[in-house]
Structures are given as C-alpha cells and as structure tokens.
T-cell receptor, first 114, second 110 residues
Framework: EAGVAQSPRYKIIEKRQSVAFWCNPISGHATLYWYQQILGQGPKLLIQ????????DSQLPKDRFSAERLKGVDSTLKIQPAKLEDSAVYLC????????????FGPGTRLLVL | RKEVEQDPGPFNVPEGATVAFNCTYS??????FFWYRQDCRKEPKLLMS???SGNEDGRFTAQLNRASQYISLLIRDSKLSDSATYLCVVKAFGNEKLTFGTGTRLTIIP
C-alpha cells in the first residue's frame, strides 16, 4: 500500500518569497493533517481537514499561511510571504476518521528560508 | 506550561541496558496517549498506544498514571536499532488533534 506522498522534499527560498507544498494522503484516509516541525521540537499541528472541510486551523498563521483540500484528497499548503522563522520540516499526515492516534506521516518537506 | 513535557535528553545508553522515558501532560481532559518514534531526518511513526492498565509490545512497556498525568516508556534489552527520538503524544477528549512533546533523543552505544 502506498504511503503518504509529499513534494518537494527540499526547498530553499529567500525571505518574502512564496512557496507551496503538496501532499497526497493514503487512499481512503478522510482526515489529513499538516504539521510544522522546527529543529529540536515535536511536530506542531497547523491545520486538520476531514474530507474537504477544515476541522482545526487554530494554530495556522493565517496572515501568511493557507491550505486547501478542494476535492477531499490531495492538499496544498502555501506560505506567502515566507519569514526566516518558517524554516522547518513540513509534515503531512493522514488517518482514518476516528483513528487520530494512528496517523501515517509523509517524508516531509524541508524548507530553508534565507 | 507546555501541554506535553518530556526530558529532551540525550540519553546515551549501552546496548542491552534498560532505559525509561517519562512524559507529563497538563490537560486533565486528555483521553488517549501514544508513543511515536522518529528516526534521524525521518518522519514520526506510531510505536504504541498507551492504555490505562499498562501494555507491553515485546521489549517495550508503556504505562499511564492518570492521577499524576504521567506517561512512561520502558525499553528492555536495548538494541542499536532503538536509537531514535521518542515522542510522547496526547489526544484530548472530543477532537482528533494530537499534541506532541518535544521528544527524547536516545542513542544506544555498542
């Protein structure tokens, strides 16, 4: 069974530029999560979708971050404009509805903002 | 106070030894508890759930103390392949959100 796919794997941009990340969850997983993991810290939830609806985006910096999951399958996360402190690994995860404890993570996108 | 607190380590432990990690959580309404493992530069993966009665999975034992809001993970007969960061994870009642601790870094020394 294919796992969670993410692209790109690495991205280097300058501050104030824009960047977008893509995620394709495991087939059949209605719940999709985007996390930010800063070096030395645990993953922090940015946004959670169930199908194409947002369940929780309380920790998403909405002035610069946006995310969508238009058809309830794959998702994009965008940062515009990027700041130095956005340098992190952006992890996408998916789970079956009601099984939040068992999340399957993608390999992540490593973002470096210069 | 952080929602989930862990000793970041690092723990450097000789192969074959027993090692224990602790974790505390601040939200008394927390419902479910997990340990995830994250290898260097890799994604987190579920290691095991933590049940109120305690549970074992091979060399790994997880325990929960709801009164003290405390979770532990014990690894017996540690192997070189156990070297990783262990993330304590808590889920609150009524939602699907997981809160991760900062992780405890473990290195098993030959």
């Amino acid at each position: 069974e294919a796992g969670v796919a993410q692209s790109p794997r690495y991205k280097i941009i300058e501050k104030r530029q824009s960047v977008a990340f893509w995620c394709n969850p495991i087939s059949g997983h209605a719940t999709l999560y985007w996390y930010q993991q800063i070096l030395g810290q645990g993953p922090k939830l940015l946004i959670q979708f169930q199908n194409n609806g947002v369940v929780d985006d309380s920790q998403l910096p909405k002035d610069r971050f946006s995310a969508e999951r238009l058809k309830g399958v794959d998702s994009t996360l965008k940062i515009q404009p990027a700041k130095l402190e956005d340098s992190a690994v952006y992890l996408c995860a998916s789970s079956l509805v009601g099984s939040a404890g068992t999340q399957y993570f993608g390999p992540g996108t490593r973002l470096l903002v210069l | 106070r952080k929602e989930v607190e862990q000793d970041p380590g690092p723990f450097n432990v000789p192969e074959g030894a027993t090692v224990a990690f602790n974790c505390t959580y601040s939200n008394s309404a927390s419902q479910s508890f997990f340990w995830y493992r994250q290898d260097c530069r890799k994604e987190p993966k579920l290691l095991m759930s933590v049940y109120s009665s305690g549970n074992e999975d091979g060399r790994f034992t997880a325990q929960l103390n709801r009164a003290s809001q405390y979770i532990s993970l014990l690894i017996r007969d540690s192997k070189l392949s156990d070297s990783a960061t262990y993330l304590c994870v808590v889920k609150a009642f009524g939602n699907e959100k997981l809160t991760f601790g900062t992780g405890t870094r473990l290195t098993i020394i030959p």
